[in-house]
């Protein structure tokens, strides 16, 4: 059994920078798939980024591409999405997820997630 701890999530002004941490207890392995999704309010679950916990393969949606890092932490089990040039459109409630199969195929789907963390809000003002 894992479970996901998510921290980092706060109000911020465009522009500006987070980073969110999710901390996983229980064993874990580099073939663990990694998911960071997000939901706005009235809006469905998005999912935004990807990797296994090697980190030889990573994903991003286009609406993140070039501004979200994913990155891994495998000796302190805890993943990351480092977010850069945060927009209004950005504003909600994220949420890392782990798929112990690592089907890198489905990646983007939210119902092969095994392990889900509590979420952290972000809000970035305009």
């Known amino acids: 059994q894992v479970q996901l701890v998510e921290s980092g999530g706060r109000l911020v002004q465009a522009g500006g920078s987070l980073r969110l941490s999710c901390t996983a207890s229980?064993?874990?392995?580099?073939?663990?798939?990694m998911g960071w999704f997000r939901q706005a309010p009235g809006k469905e679950r998005e999912h935004v980024a990807a990797?296994?916990?090697?980190?030889?393969?990573?994903y991003y949606a286009d609406s993140v591409k070039g501004r979200f890092t994913i990155s891994t932490n495998i000796a302190e089990n805890t993943m990351y999405l480092d977010m850069n040039d945060l927009r209004p459109e950005d504003t909600a409630v994220y949420y890392c997820?782990?798929?112990?199969?690592?089907?890198?195929?489905?990646?983007?789907?939210?119902?092969?997630?095994?392990?889900w963390g509590q979420g952290t809000q972000v809000t970035v003002s305009s």
């Open positions: 997820a782990l798929d112990p199969r690592g089907r890198w195929g489905s990646r983007r789907d939210p119902s092969i997630y095994w392990y």
């Open positions: 229980g064993r874990t392995n580099s073939n663990y798939v």
């Open positions: 990797n296994n916990l090697s980190g030889t393969n990573t």
